[in-house]
């Protein structure tokens, strides 16, 4: 069993089980195998050569149609037997695997929990790119003749580059100011 701290901390740290080692480690590993103290040089079985980790490990084989781990029931069972075993019991179902489509055109992002957006209008599941009514052909948008033109319109100076900035400086010089402000001082 390890010794406890220091005389001046003795709750405070461990020093290594290893007999080579003896280390004092302020935040020492315990070992759920052998249930001895180590320092960070021999935490893991194979650094201290713990004869009941063998038993430890419990493995998972990734189904490549349906993505769903299987444990295995025994240390050497084969991978191939236990997808076999997997599809054989009918808990297979690559439909599930298979995420939706974003369903603008020519679009193929997932959707996701983090990069899905419904359309207030249409009701439909979009990515955040097309996001606005404009960028996936809205059919509830399109009713609304004024606000259909407004997004357009702003779908299309936004693929074109043009944005307030580039506006302003076109327009040679700045925001025009009324000339009670311009003329206003403080003191």
């Known amino acids: ?12 740290g461990a020093h290594c089980d290893e007999p080579d080692c003896n280390q004092l480690d302020f935040l020492p590993f315990d070992c759920d195998g052998c249930g001895k103290v180590f320092c960070a040089a021999h935490r893991t079985y194979r650094d201290h050569g713990c004869a009941k980790a063998a038993d430890q490990g419990r493995t998972v084989v990734v189904c490549p149609d349906c993505g769903d781990a299987i444990e295995r029931a025994s240390p050497g069972q084969d991978e191939k037997e236990i997808l076999d ?24 992002e997932p959707l996701t929990f983090s990069n899905t957006s419904e359309c ?20 509830g948008a399109a009713g609304s ?9 702003a779908a299309a100076r936004r693929a074109g580059g043009e944005c307030a ?15 009670a402000v311009r003329n206003l001082k403080i003191f």
């Open 1 to 12: 069993m390890a010794r406890r701290g220091t005389e001046a901390f003795p709750d405070l």
């Open 85 to 108: 075993a997997h599809v054989r019991a009918q808990r297979c179902d690559p439909a599930r695997k298979r995420k939706p489509t974003c369903p603008a055109r020519r679009c193929k």
């Open 120 to 139: 207030k209008s249409c009701g439909r599941k979009v990515c955040l790119k097309h996001r606005f009514p404009a960028d996936h052909g809205c059919a």
């Open 145 to 153: 003749s004024a606000a259909a033109r407004a997004a357009g319109a």
């Open 165 to 179: 900035r580039d506006a302003q400086k076109g327009s040679g010089g700045g925001w025009a100011l009324p000339a």
